[in-house]
């Protein structure tokens, strides 16, 4: 039972343009959703977070936005870079399973120059 | 330590043999989770420790997996007769308080063959 997916696998874009990471998730419950990026042989680090209570949340480059009604969020990268590139994780907790994070299964961003 | 330890960064091991999987949290940090990501698969929840409380093992895939954590900080996830399918990168992670503050070690990649 995937309750976060990342259908996109791997997304290509040109540097200066932007860059949208998107996920979906099932379970209503989920009320904090994160966004880690990892790279190869580093363990994921925390970008950026939002409440349910929100629909948007920004911190410089980066912004997520959150559809409670489509149970959809998204990670806007602008401008993208190339030191991007990376994979990133989608995330989400709440209800049942408290402070666990279940994790989408990552999109590759590549950041061409 | 400054970050998220974990020992080894790589294992090899046989078919059958038991392994044992080191995590050293960030001092103070009172959670600690346990997640492995096999190849192209997301971050899969495996246990979670919170204080004194009793851990949350319900992402353990057999009982040939189990984890300890001694004393409230250091953890050993063992993994007994391993199988191949057993072969993924195990990471470990701590946090205070607050789900942002989820820190991920490095991870160890294990081989078995």
């Known amino acids: 039972d995937q309750q976060v997916k990342q259908n996109s696998p791997s997304l290509s874009v040109q540097e200066g343009r932007i860059s949208i990471l998107n996920c979906d998730y099932t379970?209503?419950?989920?009320?904090?959703f994160l966004w880690y990026k990892k790279y190869p042989a580093e363990g994921p680090t925390f970008l950026i977070s939002?409440?349910?209570?929100?629909d948007k949340n920004e911190d410089g480059r980066f912004t997520v936005f959150l559809n409670k009604s489509a149970k959809h969020l998204s990670l806007h990268i602008v401008p993208s870079q190339p030191g991007d590139s990376a994979v990133y994780f989608c995330?989400?907790?709440?209800?049942?399973?408290?402070?666990?994070?279940?994790f989408g299964e990552g999109t590759q961003l590549t950041v061409n120059p | 330590g400054a970050g998220v330890s974990q020992s080894p960064s790589n294992k090899v091991t046989e078919k059958g043999k038991d392994v044992e999987l080191r995590c050293d949290p960030i001092?103070?940090?009172?959670?600690l989770y346990w997640y492995r990501q096999s190849l192209g698969q997301g971050l899969e929840f495996l246990i979670y420790?919170?204080?004194?409380?009793?851990?949350?093992k319900s992402g353990l895939p057999s009982d040939r997996f189990s984890a300890e954590r001694t004393g409230g900080s250091v953890s050993t996830l063992t993994i007994q007769r391993t199988q191949q399918e057993d072969s993924a990168v195990y990471l470990c992670?701590?946090?205070?308080?607050?789900?942002?503050?989820?820190?991920f070690g490095s991870g160890t990649r294990l081989t078995v063959v």
């Open positions: 992670a701590s946090s205070l308080r607050e789900i942002y503050g989820y820190t």
């Open positions: 379970n209503s419950m989920f009320d904090y």
């Open positions: 939002i409440s349910s209570i929100k």
């Open positions: 995330a989400a907790s709440g209800g049942t399973s408290g402070s666990r994070l279940t």
């Open positions: 001092s103070g940090h009172t959670a």
């Open positions: 420790f919170q204080g004194n409380s009793a851990p949350d």
